[in-house]
């Protein structure tokens, strides 16, 4: 026996038709705006890589820019202790005084240039030697 051919399929009824069709239009306005979303966030994704781009480089720069003003600032405390040490022996020298007597009625010079008197010239002579060597650059 033979069988009978198989029914062709059944046409969509109008309905089925318009249901489906606005689906369809649905599922592309769904589409599109996921499309126009991933599109604005890829631009934005962009300008933030560009901005942290930036930041990273100012943030390399101001390391640099640190990195000399401590340098600058290590020159300027070593300038500061050499002025100090200048200045205290300059202090030192310019308040050394002779408290002994000078012999205003000697007849000569070893009369008047005591060994008291000879002592303070040769301490105010090192005095002056260390002024010297503490404010040479």
Same mark, same amino acid.
């Given at each position: ?20 069709? %606005? ?29 942290? *781009?930036?930041? %990273? ?26 002025? *100090? ?44 030697? *260390?002024? %010297? ?5």
């Amino acid at each position: 026996m033979l069988m009978p051919p198989p029914q062709p399929p059944r046409k969509p009824s109008k309905a089925g038709t318009v249901v489906l069709a %606005i689906a369809l239009v649905v599922v592309a306005l769904v589409a599109g705006a996921f499309a126009y979303a991933y599109t604005q966030k890829s631009e934005e994704s962009e300008g933030n890589a560009a901005e942290l *781009e930036r930041l %990273i480089d100012v943030h390399d720069d101001l390391k640099t820019e640190n990195g000399e003003l401590v340098s600058d600032l290590a020159a300027l405390q070593l300038t500061a202790d050499d002025f *100090e040490a200048c200045q205290t022996a300059f202090d030192a020298y310019n308040s050394y005084e002779f408290e002994g007597e000078l012999n205003t009625d000697a007849e000569s010079f070893e009369e008047l240039f005591t060994d008291e008197y000879v002592e303070y010239q040769e301490q105010s002579a090192e005095l002056y030697q *260390e002024v %010297i060597v503490r404010c040479s650059p």
